[in-house]
Structures are given as C-alpha cells and as structure tokens.
C-alpha cells in the first residue's frame, strides 16, 4: 500500500503528457467480475487475507524512487488509501483515477490503481480474475514509465510474475482485522492510533511480522528514528524472511548515519527476497555513490514453456521478435533451446511421475543452450548479442550461474535451493555483488 505520501516532499520533473486510454476501462472490469463485493469483510477467506497482505507498506518514504503526486494530486491519493485501506477498492480506482487526471505525470497514482486490480483479482473467479491481473500488470508497466523505480509497482510485477508467494507468515483473522484498522487509520494520518492496532495485531499474532513493520512506520513518519529502528528489526527477528522489513530498516538506519549497517540491512534483504527490486535500488543507489555502480542485467523472459490443461502436453511460447521470417537470430535460438530442454525434464518428469525440480531444470536449460550457441560459434556460425546473454555465459565460464541465476533472476519456487547455497555460501551475496556488481 502507498505509504508515507503525506509527509513525502515530491520533488517534480516536468514531463510529457501522458494519455491513460486503458484508465476507463479499469472500473468496468473492476464492476463486471463474477462476484458480489470487492470490500474484504471480517469473515473473508484466507487467501484474502494473504492476497491483501502481500502489498501492505511497500513504499518507503526514505529513498522515495517513484514520481510523487503535485499538491493538487497528493489529498486525492490519500484519500483513494483511506479508501482501499477500508477495503472500498471501487471508490479507491475512483480517486486514483481522479489523481492520475490531476497530474498526469505521477507514477503513484497509477501504481496504486495497479496495486487495487491485483488485490481485486483475488475476490474474482475465472475469466474476470485473469482479466483483472493483466490489467493489473499493464498499470504498472505504465506507472513504470512514469517512476522507474517506482517501488508499489514494482512489487504488484513481482507478485503477478512469481510462480510462487513468499513464505511469509499468514496472519489468523483477528490479527488481519486489527492490522486492517490500523492501516485507515494510519492513512488518515493518525500514526498514533494507528501504532495502538498494530500492536494489537501483534498480541493476536506474535509472528504476523508486518504489523511489527507497520507498527515501526508509525515512529518513521514522526522522524524517531531510534524508535522505527528497533521496530523494524524485530520484524527482522520474527521473520528473516520478510524482505520488506530489511529494506525499512535500511532506511531508518541511513537517517541516523549508520551506513555499514545500512548496506548490511539491504544485503540481508536481498538474501530474504532477491527478486524485490526496490531493495534492490536502494544497494544500487548507495554503492553508486560510494563510486562503485552496479549494472542491472536486465534479463527479460523471451520464451515460455506452457502446459495445456486438456491435453497434458508442453509448449513453447516464444517472443515473436523471433518468430518472423529472418528473425531466427543466435539470441531466439539459445531461448528456443532453453525452452525445449525445459519441456524434454518436464515430460521426462511427467511420464516417470516425479517432481519438477525447477532450479535444476532451469540451470541446466542455460547450459545446454549456452553450450550448443558455443559449438555453434565454433563451426563459423553467429553469436549471441543480448548483453543479458553474455553476461549469463560470463557467468557460466566462472562457474558462477546457479549464483547468478539465483540472484538476478530469482524465483520463489527456488527457495530450497536458495537457502542451501545461502548456508553454503554466509557472505556469497556480499562476494557475488563486489566481484560482478551486478543486480537484477
């Protein structure tokens, strides 16, 4: 959820215009989903309540990266909070709506319609939940446009491409239900009353690690410092894992000066969670200015492997700049081969009746096409050119992919194999970044 807007400074760029054609399509699809309310009441399911949990304070004042709302924009996107806070989603696109009229140029408010769809998406069934998510994920593409760094939409392009959510604690319906009063009251700017509900939500459920989080932005926004700190690192204790938590510490430590202890803050929130990118540009951020910049690989997925429900078998959807006539390049074809190994394990898999192991597969996928691009170039044939590409072969030579693949192109259906390299390896992530300084 946006947080901290109202005590957020926004420093505003002036640029184009941009017109949102999709924004009046939003609240159709939000109105005509197969199911009776979009508001979350006491009794809704369980995986509501993980659904909405996923996206609770994920935007931290300190380090700001998305464009801000102007003052004409700023109450609208408070009010569109309160207003998804009490679980209002249709009056939330509402006033999002209004504020993405009022200044065109915010990232924010399109992040925060981005963020309501994938929440709606949740309540929806069928094709109306599908359509929901990639509505979802087409606002946020835009808001990205707008605020690169934007972290809100980050995190909703995250939960919507991850194969799996984070094994984060999942709150019982009484905690849920305070955490959710504290958050209206926290976006009416009562930080106060606010900190009463979260603790509340902590004695109903010790280990629901983000009310701690939640409950150290209350102290955040009065600027106690110290206070937010000890917060957020109880949130760290009761759950490592809480990715989030690390990142806001960082930020409560960087205003207290207390830079080796920042950096270790997003190094271990890279370790809880690699693929969460505003962690992610923070580090970037913070080792730029030490003079030691990293470089984002910037590996985008160019082809799928999809199993059709009727027949049972796999496919492979490829990106059609590979497709065309003359568009057979060494860069389409290392995909394509990653691919094919892929469905060769998964039906070998299917026919023996195991498991998929996914991080195996998809390292072997990247050495089998690596090596047949390689024994390609060495009979005279073309190479690959996708700097993401080389990199990953760079990688490979060093003995080096599982670690990169891991942290630059992170899965959640990879956590065993995570975790293991992470006991293996106590400073690797550290070791990984100095010697390749590279990110996602």
């Keep these: 959820m946006l947080r901290k807007i109202a005590w957020a400074m926004a420093a505003k760029n002036s640029q184009e215009m941009i017109v949102f054609t999709m924004i009046q399509m939003l609240t159709f699809f939000i109105t005509q989903s197969n199911y009776n309310s979009l508001n979350i009441a006491e009794g809704g399911t369980m995986k509501t309540v993980g659904a ?26 408070s009010e569109a909070n309160v207003l998804v806070a009490q679980g209002k989603y249709q009056e939330g696109i509402a006033k999002f709506q209004e504020a993405a009229k009022a200044d065109p140029a915010a990232s924010v408010p399109l992040a925060g319609i981005a963020n309501v769809l994938f929440k709606a998406s949740f309540n929806a ?22 605020g690169a760094d934007d972290p809100l939409a980050q995190e909703v392009l995250r939960n919507l491409t991850d194969d799996k959510p984070a094994p984060l604690h999942m709150p ?17 700017n009562k930080p106060e009353e ?11 459920d010790p280990l629901y690690s983000t009310a701690e989080v939640n409950a150290g932005d209350c102290f955040f926004v009065q600027k106690k410092w110290p206070e937010a700190e000890e917060r957020f690192r109880k949130a760290t204790e009761i759950e490592p894992l809480n990715g989030q938590a690390w990142r806001f510490l960082a930020d409560a430590l960087g205003w207290q000066g207390k830079w080796s202890a920042y950096e270790t803050a997003l190094f271990n929130g890279v370790a809880a969670q690699p693929n969460q990118l505003p962690t992610w540009d923070k580090l970037a951020s913070f080792r730029n200015k030490q003079g030691y910049p990293l ?43 990653v691919a094919q190994y892929e469905i060769n394990a998964r039906s070998k898999n299917q026919q023996e009746k195991v498991a998929d192991q996914p991080f195996a597969i998809e390292v072997q996928a990247w050495r089998a096409g690596l090596a047949i691009i390689d024994e ?17 072969r760079m990688l490979a030579k060093d003995d080096q992919l599982e670690a990169g693949l891991m942290l630059l192109a992170y899965r959640e259906s990879w956590r065993a194999e995570f975790e293991a390299w992470k006991t293996a390896h106590p400073d ?4 990984f970044v100095n010697t390749y300084a590279m990110r996602p």
């Design 52 to 77: 909405v949990g996923l996206s609770l304070a994920l935007v931290c004042a300190a380090g700001h990266a998305a464009v801000l709302p102007n003052k004409a924009a700023e109450p609208l996107v």
């Design 125 to 146: 069934k069928g094709d109306a939940a599908a359509r929901l998510r990639q509505q979802a994920e087409s606002v946020a593409r835009q808001a990205l446009t707008l």
């Design 172 to 188: 019982n319906q009484a905690a849920w239900k305070a955490m959710q009063e504290g958050e209206v009251l926290f976006q009416s």
């Design 194 to 204: 606010a900190l009463a509900k979260y603790d509340e939500s902590l004695r109903l």
């Design 295 to 337: 470089t984002a690989l910037n590996l985008k997925r160019r082809s799928r492997v999809v199993l059709d429900p009727e027949s049972g078998k796999f496919t492979i959807k490829l990106d059609s700049d590979f497709t065309g006539a003359g568009k057979q390049v060494p860069d389409g074809a290392l995909w394509l081969a």
């Design 376 to 392: 390609t170039v060495a009979n005279g044939g073309a190479d690959i050119s996708d700097p993401a590409l080389l990199n990953l």
């Design 428 to 431: 690797g992530i550290r070791k």
